[in-house]
């Protein structure tokens, strides 16, 4: 005890401290990561789940370096979406999602078929419908195919004829 203060005791006190170093916050081996990450296509949350900072920090130093983080393209077109990556909905009835990609489901493309050849052969929705129920063939999540169900399909694939 040193001036009523109690010291270290003698084997400590010629111990090296420790000293930890964090890196800088405009690390430039970081930012050149980010840039050949958003460059070579990687959204911002596959770039922060990748590199373990925050997606709020990439989108800032992305930004700070006068990259477009959110696009505006003159030709707009709603449906581009589905063709290239997975969304929160349900993909449209034929269809699925393998990998984030839209692909055709085989066990629905069989139905989807079947609904446009009764179509061309001039069955309404309703006759549809009903020739469904009697093959009983089901719908992806309701309990039977109805006139409506069969006007939706119809409608998306005679847009994309």
């Known amino acids: 005890m040193k001036n009523g ?12 401290h420790v000293i930890i170093s964090f890196p800088s916050r405009k690390s430039p081996r970081i930012l050149k990561e980010f840039i050949q990450m958003w460059q070579s296509g990687l ?28 696009p505006k393209s003159d030709e707009f077109d709603p449906t581009v979406w589905r063709k290239r990556r997975r969304s929160s909905s349900h993909p449209p009835y034929g269809f699925c999602y393998f990998q984030g990609n839209l692909v055709e489901n085989p066990k629905e493309q069989e139905v989807l078929l079947l609904i446009i050849k009764l179509s061309k052969e001039g069955m309404n929705p309703n006759m549809i419908a009903s020739h469904l129920k009697a093959k009983r063939l089901r719908p992806r999540r309701a309990d039977s195919w109805n006139r409506n169900s069969i006007i939706l399909i119809l409608n998306r694939t005679l847009k994309q004829d």
């Open 5 to 16: 203060r109690p010291g270290l005791p003698t084997d400590e006190q010629g111990q090296a």
């Open 43 to 70: 959204s911002l949350s596959e770039i922060s789940r990748q590199t373990g900072r925050s997606r709020d920090m990439v989108r800032r130093a992305l930004k700070r370096h006068e990259f477009e983080t959110n």
